[in-house]
């Protein structure tokens, strides 16, 4: 989900990031939390850490003087549960020392590796699903009662609507809302449908409310969450379960019409859509509304139907044409980004040349790309053989890598020569003299300070650009975009 000054969306980052909450006198106990893959997440770490904060805990990033050291943890692919491992062993050494700290491990990984975590390697106390984090202050106790515990119980209906997440590392500028949990989709490679269960949507009136706190609290953007955030659906009698098409029900185009309300100064973003239930009435939306960024993630996963078809995604490639055809009608400026795997069950070399063909048709500004890695329980594992070799998966990769590196650098370099209405973040990483923050593109901008302010609208005119970042300077011009 997003790569430099801002962390990714439901991409991975494989960055074990710990997060912060400020100490209060009340608050005894220190947390350390490390949250891994996609920005779900790090979302669910705002809640959790929520959640422990009513229970007497402050964070800290200092694992050495922490109580209680979680992980949240992704499944998504092995390498993400290897770097997990490799985490709590270390952790595991430092129990040795201090016979008070307690481990746990949050997350996708909960689920799958209760046992052998808590038994078989002992390298954890504690194991927690996504949908259990109410009970973590319990949990902690049943530790210091000498007991393991373990809650990986999935929900229906847990969507933590009501609590107010406490928000980790922040800029005070963007935030994240996560508007769903779960998913439906069972896409024959993704694990994801396993470890975070089925798909339920929250209260529009709760999502509404937190991005009006947020505004009032000074910040100027907010990304809407979920898996597949166009079957987002609630319905007001059924506390979003839709038992009757006739009754009054809110959908996605609906939810970001509401927030885009909120106020016309505060930037609305969304991800992650999906490409067999994006229906024209959002686009549409976010045409209407200049505050909806222009820029949509549509993960493609493939060029050739048949591995589409294997992948269980629900459309082909025409159909895929189609809806990116929808969007450059609609909206014909908006950026788009994409998700690919290479070398699927069975993936040949043609049905990898689609892919690449696709590709150049069109010309994403960004790309989350990986491997194909079987993931336990999958129904591409019952399934399908994993066929392609490790060589040829990386080869194929490598490729697709190539092709978007040059579209990225060429996306760019087009963007080059214009004015952009700027939402200011913060000081660049790399000059401390210059701010960054980004074109409603999504594309990052850095610039002289002058006396902008982060959390404030600048325009700033771009004249030149690195592969991946604009460099421009502030403008009392009006924008072009
Ligand atoms: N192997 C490789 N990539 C995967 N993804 C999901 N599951 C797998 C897997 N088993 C990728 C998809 C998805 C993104 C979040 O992660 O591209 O869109
Ligand atoms: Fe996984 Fe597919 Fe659901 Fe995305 S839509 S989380 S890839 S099952």
């Keep these: 989900m997003e790569a430099g000054d801002k962390k990714e969306l439901l991409g991975e980052s494989f960055q074990g990031t710990p997060t912060v909450v400020p100490s209060q006198p009340t608050h005894t106990r220190k947390l350390y939390l490390e949250s891994y893959g996609c920005q779900m997440n ?47 062993r270390q952790f595991k050494q430092a129990k040795g020392a201090r016979p008070h700290l307690v481990v746990g491990v949050l997350g996708c990984m909960a689920e799958r590796l209760k046992e052998s975590l808590l038994e078989q390697e002992k390298l954890v106390d504690l194991v927690v699903g996504p949908d259990a984090y109410r009970d973590l202050p319990n949990l902690v106790d049943q530790v210091h009662g000498g007991q393991k515990a373990v809650n990986v119980l999935l929900s229906r209906e847990e969507t933590y609507a009501e609590i107010s997440p406490v928000r980790l590392d922040a800029n005070g500028v963007t935030a994240f809302i996560s508007i ?49 955030v166009d079957s987002y659906k609630w319905n007001i009698d059924n506390k979003g379960v839709i038992k009757d098409e ?5 959908r996605f185009a609906e939810l970001i019409d509401r927030v885009a309300h909120v106020n016309p100064d505060l930037r609305v973003r969304f991800s992650t859509s999906h490409p067999k239930d994006m229906t ?24 050739n139907s048949d591995v589409l078809k294997r992948m269980n995604r629900g459309y082909t490639r025409e159909w895929y044409l189609e809806r990116m ?21 069975g993936e040949t070399e043609a049905e990898h040349q689609d892919t690449l063909s696709l590709m150049e048709m069109m010309s994403y500004d ?39 590196k040059v579209h990225a650098a060429n996306r760019t370099k087009s963007y080059v020569g214009r004015t952009y209405r700027v939402l200011v973040e913060g000081t660049s990483k790399k000059k401390e003299d210059q701010f960054f923050g980004r074109t409603t593109y999504n594309t990052v901008v850095v610039f002289p300070k002058e006396d902008a302010q982060p959390g404030t609208y600048v325009n700033v005119h771009v004249h030149d650009c690195t592969p991946v970042t604009l460099i421009g300077t502030i403008t009392q011009d009006s924008e072009d975009a």
């Design 42 to 88: 790090f979302s669910d770490s705002e809640i959790v850490a929520s959640i422990l904060s009513d229970a007497g805990f402050s964070t800290t990033r200092e694992e050495d003087e922490a109580d209680l050291i979680l992980l949240n943890t992704c499944a998504i692919r092995e390498n993400a549960e290897q770097r997990v491992r490799a985490r709590l």
């Design 180 to 228: 769903m949990r779960g998913c439906d989709n069972m896409c024959s490679f993704c694990v994801v449908p396993f470890t975070r269960g089925r798909e339920r949507s929250r209260d529009p009136e709760s999502i509404v409310r937190e991005a009006q706190e947020l505004f009032e609290a000074g910040y100027r953007e907010v990304t809407l969450l979920g898996q597949n």
């Design 246 to 250: 006739e009754q009054p029900v809110v």
């Design 280 to 303: 024209d009435d959002v686009l549409e939306v976010m045409a209407q509304h200049e505050n909806v960024c222009k820029y949509i993630h549509l993960p493609v996963q493939s060029g």
């Design 325 to 345: 055809e929808s969007i450059h009608r609609i909206m014909p400026d908006c950026a788009t980004s994409t998700d690919i795997i290479s070398g699927f069950c």
């Design 366 to 404: 960004m790309a989350y790309m990986f491997s194909y890695s079987e993931r336990p329980r999958t129904l591409a594992q019952r399934k399908y053989e994993n066929d392609v070799p490790e060589e040829v998966k990386k080869r194929r990769l490598q490729e697709i890598m190539a092709v978007q």
